[in-house]
């Protein structure tokens, strides 16, 4: 199966991310248009959308599954950022190195389990590695056992575990992957990528 992704500019994709998003029941608050460009606008960052036809009407195109990824520095201003990088002091090198922060994605439920969003993470390690990235992190909830076992397939590593002593299940959970041209040897998904303004 070769998969189709659309990569995004910042307006456009902040768009499509606002509209994405309501199809989310998990998500407790939508990400606004506004909130991805004051997040991404004076950042390397990539917007992607993997998109399938509807089992019922394969004339119709949709999107399925997105992840939107951005530079961590390790001199942020903006208070989360600030936290985040504090957090990862202790096991992220971020001196003469370029971090990869996956901030926000995810695959629509009735297309779950099929490679989409394998295939989005294969092409931003791909980004990643064209753009002088060194290492890309994320960070997820320990209730979130489907993308914890999607990571792990992806052969992402725990580096930090916080545990939340009032409930395990929000404890957070950090994994991280270093990036090298093994990385992409390993990649399994054939991807058609197309740039939107």
Same mark, same amino acid.
């Given at each position: 199966?070769?998969?189709?992704i659309?990569?995004?500019g !910042?307006?456009?994709?902040?768009?499509?991310i606002q509209?994405?998003e309501?199809?989310f029941? #998990?998500?407790?608050?939508?990400?606004?248009?506004?909130?991805?460009?004051?997040?991404l606008?004076?950042?390397?960052?990539?917007?992607?959308?993997?998109?399938?036809?509807?089992?019922?009407?394969?004339?119709?195109? /949709?999107p399925?599954a997105?992840?939107?990824?951005h530079?961590?520095?390790?001199?942020? @201003?903006?208070p989360?950022?600030?936290?985040?990088?504090t957090? !990862?002091?202790?096991?992220?090198?971020?001196?003469?190195?370029?971090?990869l *922060?996956?901030?926000?994605?995810?695959?629509?439920?009735?297309w779950?389990?099929?490679?989409?969003?394998?295939?989005?993470? #294969?092409?931003? $390690?791909?980004?990643? !590695?064209?753009?002088?990235f060194? $290492?890309? =992190?994320?960070? @997820?909830k320990?209730?979130?056992?489907?993308?914890?076992?999607? !990571?792990d397939?992806? #052969?992402?590593n =725990?580096?930090?575990?916080e545990?939340?002593?009032?409930?395990?299940?929000?404890?957070? =959970? *950090?994994?991280?992957?270093?990036?090298?041209?093994? =990385?992409?040897?390993?990649?399994r998904?054939?991807?058609? /990528?197309?740039?939107?303004g």
């Amino acid at each position: 199966m070769e998969y189709h992704i659309r990569q995004y500019g !910042l307006q456009q994709g902040a768009l499509e991310i606002q509209y994405i998003e309501e199809f989310f029941g #998990e998500f407790p608050r939508r990400k606004t248009a506004s909130e991805v460009v004051a997040r991404l606008g004076n950042r390397d960052h990539q917007i992607v959308m993997a998109e399938a036809p509807l089992p019922d009407d394969p004339g119709m195109v /949709v999107p399925v599954a997105y992840k939107v990824s951005h530079e961590l520095r390790a001199s942020e @201003t903006d208070p989360k950022l600030t936290d985040l990088v504090t957090r !990862l002091a202790d096991c992220v090198a971020f001196e003469n190195r370029k971090i990869l *922060y996956c901030w926000i994605g995810g695959t629509r439920r009735d297309w779950r389990g099929q490679g989409f969003f394998r295939a989005l993470t #294969e092409q931003q $390690e791909a980004w990643a !590695l064209d753009n002088g990235f060194d $290492e890309v =992190v994320v960070k @997820t909830k320990n209730r979130l056992y489907d993308m914890r076992g999607t !990571l792990d397939h992806l #052969e992402f590593n =725990v580096i930090k575990f916080e545990p939340n002593p009032d409930d395990p299940r929000e404890s957070k =959970v *950090y994994l991280s992957k270093r990036l090298g041209g093994a =990385v992409l040897d390993r990649h399994r998904s054939t991807r058609a /990528v197309v740039q939107v303004g």
